[in-house]
């Protein structure tokens, strides 16, 4: 399995480091033990998993989400389990099992990782208090995530509208003998116009208006307003397939507009949009 992302996160001061493979968030066991002693962290593992309770609980993951789990294997670690002399490490585990809820990885990241399920039963082998602190932590990982997702979906939706915009304009409105100077232009006044139908002002009034700004004014849209211009985008498109004038186009976006807000910004949904949940 290649992780698709590597973040740390702190709990209690102690940094946990967080990998996602297959869709699948794996929490650092290593950083975890480091917590109750930061020198024998694999002694710490090994001593987790010998228990019986551990080996059950393990199991009993395994065979709810590993088709390719190996039981027979398994019954003979159940078996030994609690005895004196009995040793388990996470790399046994692994290759005697063919386990994947608990991985090692080698390299900058490298450790004993496990499904976050496992995690949150290690941590609470170690500490309750810091298995709580650690599932606030990842809540709050994953509430930024969705709404960092959730930002990535309103412009990529706009990007995708504003393409079929662009496009109908090329095909409609340019000429092939207009210069790329004429071109430009012909796309600014388009974009204003979807400015002045949505904002009421153009892209430079905008810029005039705010000085102390960055950007452009669509990038200080709130969610009710990206859903309206992307909505507004795919019309003026079929407007200039219709052969409708400029001023006509303004006209009908504005009034579509006026009422898509109204509706908009009394939606539940795009409150939830806007607050990212």
């Known amino acids: 399995m290649r992780p698709k992302s590597n973040i740390d996160v702190k709990v209690k001061g102690t940094s946990i480091r967080i990998v996602q493979m297959n869709n699948f968030d794996y929490i650092c066991l290593t950083d975890i033990a480091r917590f109750k002693d930061s020198k024998r962290t694999d002694y710490i593992i090994q001593n987790w998993m010998r228990n019986r309770n551990t080996i059950e609980f393990l199991g009993i993951w395994e065979h709810l989400n590993n088709p390719d789990f190996k039981p027979i294997e398994f019954d003979g670690f159940r078996n030994r389990a609690g005895l004196h002399s009995f040793v388990l490490t996470p790399k ?80 409609n409105l340019i000429p092939p003998e207009l210069n790329s100077k004429q071109i430009n232009h012909i796309y600014a006044n388009e974009a204003d116009i979807l400015n002045m139908a949505l904002f009421g002002k153009t892209a430079n009034r905008w810029r005039a208006d705010n000085p102390g700004k960055t950007g452009n004014i669509r990038d200080y849209a709130n969610s009710s307003q990206l859903v309206c211009l992307s909505n507004m985008e795919s019309l003026n498109a079929v407007f200039i397939c219709d052969g409708l004038q400029q001023n006509e186009r303004l006209k009908r976006l504005n009034k579509v507009a006026i009422q898509q807000m109204k509706i908009l910004t009394s939606h539940i949904s795009i409150d939830l949009l806007n607050n990212g949940k």
């Open 92 to 171: 046994q585990w692994i290759g005697k099992t063919n386990s994947i809820g608990i991985i090692s990885r080698a390299g900058r990241y490298g450790g004993t990782y496990a499904h976050k399920d496992i995690a949150f039963e290690f941590s609470s082998w170690i500490s309750v208090e810091f298995k709580l602190y650690l599932i606030k932590e990842f809540q709050r990982l994953k509430e930024d995530e969705k709404r960092m997702l959730g930002w990535d979906i309103r412009r990529n939706l706009a990007k995708i509208n504003y393409r079929i915009h662009t496009d109908a304009i090329k095909e």
